[in-house]
């Protein structure tokens, strides 16, 4: 399968602590993108990454959110002192910067986190 | 403020009619319009998408209508299908990050 991969799918942990999360783009993809979706509502923005570099952070990025992509391939999304807010489906996608796809965005099939 | 709006929220169809979902949008600067198409529990997959510089675009049953001077696009699905339920999300972005910023779904329902 050379789709976007996400794990774990499914996340259970109790407010207060850490949770990470990975995302494996399509191989030849240099863009990574991570959103954040709430039942019934649309995904929201929160990271984006060309190459290794993050570009740029939304503002429902708090400190105790932090992302990686070291090597410009995977990324990590983490999570520090859940709070119940942060149950939601935090979703990975990627994209290729050529001009021609004209950032086509293909999306993991995300990671739900329940904060309990 | 909700920079793309979408509407109807919700959808009810019956199988072989058509679907129609309406979106809008103030920001000038949007130059690439997708629609996804997601199902319980997965990931939003990507539909059909459109630039300003056409007015229609078809793939199979799937339609995109583009009116720039109004700034408004639109999904038409042809043959509507029970397989077809599912929400589907109108996007659009713009600059160098092409993040993309999206409406608040339309859950479809097509009746057998």
């Known amino acids: 399968d050379t789709g976007v991969s996400q794990n774990p799918r499914h996340k259970i942990t109790k407010r207060g602590q850490n949770v990470t999360f990975r995302c494996d783009p399509i191989?030849?993809?240099?863009?990574l993108y991570w959103y954040r979706q709430t039942l019934g509502q649309g995904p929201e923005f929160l990271t984006y990454?060309?190459?290794?570099?993050?570009?740029?952070k939304s503002r429902l990025l708090s400190d105790r959110f932090s992302a990686e992509r070291p090597k410009g391939s995977f990324s990590t999304l983490e999570i520090q002192r859940t709070e119940q807010g942060d149950s939601a489906m935090y979703l990975c996608?990627?994209?290729?910067?050529?001009?021609?796809?004209?950032?086509?965005?293909?999306f993991g099939p995300g990671t739900r986190l329940t904060v309990l | 403020q909700q920079q793309v709006k979408q509407s109807p929220q919700s959808l009810i169809v019956q199988k072989g009619g058509i679907s129609i979902i309406n979106c809008a949008y103030e920001?000038?600067?949007?130059?690439?319009f997708p629609w996804y198409q997601q199902f319980p529990g997965k990931g939003p997959a990507l539909l059909i998408a459109?630039?300003?510089d056409v007015s229609e675009k078809k793939e199979g049953r799937f339609t995109i209508s583009f009116n720039k001077s109004a700034k408004q696009f639109s999904l038409h699905i042809m043959d509507s299908q029970p397989g077809d339920s599912a929400t589907y999300f109108c996007?659009?972005?713009?600059?160098?990050?092409?993040?993309?910023?999206w409406g608040l779904g339309t859950s479809l329902a097509v009746n057998p």
């Open positions: 996608a990627s994209s290729s910067s050529d001009v021609s796809s004209y950032n086509e965005q293909f």
């Open positions: 191989s030849e993809h240099n863009r």
């Open positions: 990454f060309q190459n290794e570099a993050q570009l740029e």
């Open positions: 920001n000038t600067a949007f130059d690439y």
């Open positions: 459109i630039r300003p």
């Open positions: 996007a659009a972005n713009a600059g160098n990050n092409r993040k993309l910023i």
